[in-house]
């Protein structure tokens, strides 16, 4: 059973920084692309950030140069660095993994979510 456990969310004034991080647990897998998305109240969950294994990124264009991603491989842990933080990234931050199982077998496991809240 693979599980997914965030942690690093928090309250912060504009302007302030918070580091994510998702570390996975389990035995038996391997872990392809990484991603932290988010979910405002109201709103649909947007993607933030993708690392693939490699440690290549992609950013939403309403973080680029804000938000920095990156991986330890060996921890098996994704972070989400958050800069310059604005009210607007108020909202349940969640990690997500492209596991693989087996050659045949390949889910996508989420974290629990992490609240971040900016405040004015």
């Known amino acids: 059973q693979v599980q997914l456990v965030e942690s690093g969310g928090g309250l912060v004034q504009a302007g302030g920084s918070l580091r994510l991080s998702c570390a996975a647990s389990?035995?038996?897998?391997?872990?392809?692309?990484m991603g932290w998305y988010r979910q405002a109240p109201g709103k649909q969950r947007e993607l933030v950030a993708t690392?693939?294994?490699?440690?290549?990124?992609n950013y939403a264009d309403s973080v680029k140069g804000r938000f920095t991603t990156s991986r330890d491989n060996a921890k098996r842990t994704v972070y989400l660095q958050l800069n310059s933080l604005k009210p607007e990234d108020t909202a349940v931050y969640y990690c997500?993994?492209?596991?693989?199982?087996?050659?045949?077998?390949?889910?996508?496991?989420w974290g629990q979510g992490t609240q971040v809240t900016v405040l004015t």
């Open positions: 997500n993994a492209d596991v693989e199982v087996s050659t045949v077998r390949r889910y996508i496991y």
């Open positions: 389990g035995s038996g897998f391997s872990i392809n692309a």
């Open positions: 690392i693939t294994s490699g440690g290549r990124t």
